[in-house]
Nanobody, 120 residues
Framework: QVQLVESGGGLVQPGGSLRLSCGAS????????MGWYRQAPGKQRELVAR???????NYTDSVKGRFTISRDNGKNTVYLQMNSLKPEDTANYYC??????????????WGQGTQVTVSS
């Protein structure tokens, strides 16, 4: 059993910052790509940022220069530093990871989501 647990969401004023964390736990053999997605009410879930096992990153255009994804492989944790937040960043943010468990089978996992609200 593998779980992803997010933390760090909340209410912040425009221009503020938040840092999301997502830790993977359970019978983990290895993790390849980890990422963050978000879903706003009435909209489809979209990729925000992704980082592979080698540290290569990609971002959706709307967050480039404002958000930074990073990971701590020793802690099986991925982070999303969000700066200069805008009201349009308001969404439920989900952690995602490709994980190989001790059965040596790769599966894609999702966290339960953490709400980020940007409002004055």
């Amino acid at each position: 059993q593998v779980q992803l647990v997010e933390s760090g969401g909340g209410l912040v004023q425009p221009g503020g910052s938040l840092r999301l964390s997502c830790g993977a736990s359970g019978s983990i053999f290895s993790i390849s790509a980890m990422g963050w997605y978000r879903q706003a009410p009435g909209k489809q879930r979209e990729l925000v940022a992704r980082i592979d096992s080698g540290g290569r990153t990609n971002y959706t255009d709307s967050v480039k220069g404002r958000f930074t994804i990073s990971r701590d492989n020793g802690k099986n944790t991925v982070y999303l530093q969000m700066n200069s937040l805008k009201p349009e960043d308001t969404a439920n943010y989900y952690c995602n990871a490709d994980i190989r468990d001790y059965r040596l089978r790769w599966e894609n996992y999702w966290g339960q989501g953490t709400q980020v609200t940007v409002s004055s």
